[in-house]
């Protein structure tokens, strides 16, 4: 976009646009930092075997989401994809949780892989567009930082919950913020029409 002119735009102006869809991200790497940091000490906790399975298959299905639905957000909205996402992530937090064998932690990372591929850029498109043409960039910056703070407060947080509740209860964890990230998604305006 070519520049026109217009002032700066001051950064907490732009946190304050952008604060939803960041937090939505957020919340939903909550999900992906569980699985990355502590689905290895679950394993072992339940004595199964091939945990590197887990973040093969998650790798492989948040590749193919993204292969496949590369455009979704752009042609549906942000919106609608994060919510479709979200709620896809979450079911594979609660098999992640409650599943009593690996298969069922298998097919919990593919649904959270799946799930959490798109919701980076189903989040970020909602967050550009909270700004003008013009303040994009210092828009997406602001909506990245969350994810940033995410990666910092969720693995001590999820050590904590591991600590005193068991490695299953972090997936319990990812499944709450999960749903908490589909609550402000739902509360996004509508920006694109079918």
Known sequence: VPAN???RLPFYA???RVWKPGLGLALSAVSFVGLAGFVVLLFKERSWQNASFVMTLFGAAYIAARLLFANAPDQYGGKKVAMVSLIVA????????????????FAGAVLTGFGYSLTFPAFGV?????????HKGVALGAYVAFF???????????GW????????????????????????????????RI
Do not use: M
């Open 5 to 7: 002119g217009a002032g």
């Open 14 to 16: 732009v946190i304050h």
């Open 90 to 105: 979450a079911l594979g937090q609660a098999l992640l949780w409650r599943g009593e064998e690996p298969l069922w932690a």
């Open 126 to 134: 909602e967050a550009v567009k909270s700004v003008e043409p013009q």
């Open 148 to 158: 940033d703070l995410s990666l910092a407060v969720t693995a001590p947080l999820a």
């Open 161 to 192: 919950v591991a600590g005193n509740f068991g490695y299953a209860a972090i997936y319990l964890f990812g499944l709450i913020a999960c749903g908490i990230a589909f609550v402000l998604a739902l509360q996004i305006k509508n920006s694109v």
